[in-house]
């Protein structure tokens, strides 16, 4: 089956500093990758869509200069959380989907912990 | 609006079946699926179902769909304590859109 690979699985890091989460479609292209975030006992809440080669679409109530969001090729798509607060300590998770295909794949997220 | 509910949690016992249920608001959905998340891991997707079918059986799992009533149920048989982990019933509207979330069932399972 398709696999979706996020990396890292979990990162620590100092309030202030910067944040990149790969998300990666191993064996299939994906024109569009999907951000979320999820809170403890909550749903996941959709961050952005990504679109390879344009400009990410952002959810409203999410900042898209603290969320950089860049999909450079149809096999990756980076998240870059920057200036990280700890409230911004949460767990996200990318979504591919293969085109013309019904069906979304997930990465395994990573758990980001700002101290 | 768009909207997915769900029950929070579900207890039950080792061998016997489990059905979770999620209503969805919108009647344009397409696809609705199902997905499992395990303890710190992502999203593992179990069986997805067409919005103009009313049921789909993969082995243990059975999916019904009554879009009349907007409401949807995933039935796992001889549930296993490995089953226990958290189910979402999700929705997609139209083609290329994400997908919308329930807050996830939290299944129990105790031998």
């Known amino acids: 089956g398709a696999v979706v690979s996020q990396h890292p699985s979990r990162v620590i890091c100092k309030s202030g500093t910067s944040v990149k989460i790969e998300c990666r479609s191993l064996?299939?292209?994906?024109?569009?990758m999907f951000w979320y975030r999820q809170f403890p006992k909550k749903s996941l809440m959709l961050m952005a869509t990504?679109?390879?080669?344009?400009?990410?679409?952002?959810e409203q109530g999410v900042e898209k200069d603290k969320f950089l969001i860049n999909h450079a090729s149809l096999t990756l798509s980076t998240l870059t959380v920057t200036s990280a607060h700890p409230e911004d300590s949460s767990f996200y998770i990318c979504?591919?989907?293969?085109?013309?295909?019904?069906?979304?794949?997930f990465g395994q997220g990573t758990r980001l912990t700002v101290v | 609006g768009e909207d997915v509910e769900q029950s929070l949690f579900l207890s039950v016992r080792e061998g016997d079946s489990s059905v979770i249920n999620c209503t969805y608001t919108?009647?344009?959905?397409?696809?609705l699926y199902w997905y499992k998340q395990e303890p710190g891991a992502g999203l593992q997707l179990l069986t997805y179902?067409?919005?103009?079918?009313d049921m789909k059986q993969d082995q243990r799992l059975t999916v019904l769909l009554n879009k009349k009533d907007k409401h949807l149920s995933l039935r796992i048989a001889d549930t296993q304590t490995g089953d226990s982990a958290i189910y979402f019933c999700?929705?997609?509207?139209?083609?290329?859109?994400?997908?919308?979330f329930g807050k996830g069932t939290t299944l129990s399972v105790s031998s």
């Open positions: 999700a929705e997609k509207l139209r083609a290329g859109t994400a997908l919308i």
């Open positions: 979504s591919a989907r293969l085109i013309s295909n019904t069906e979304a794949f």
């Open positions: 179902i067409f919005s103009n079918m």
């Open positions: 990504s679109n390879e080669g344009s400009k990410a679409t952002y």
């Open positions: 919108d009647s344009s959905s397409t696809y």
């Open positions: 064996d299939f292209q994906a024109t569009t």
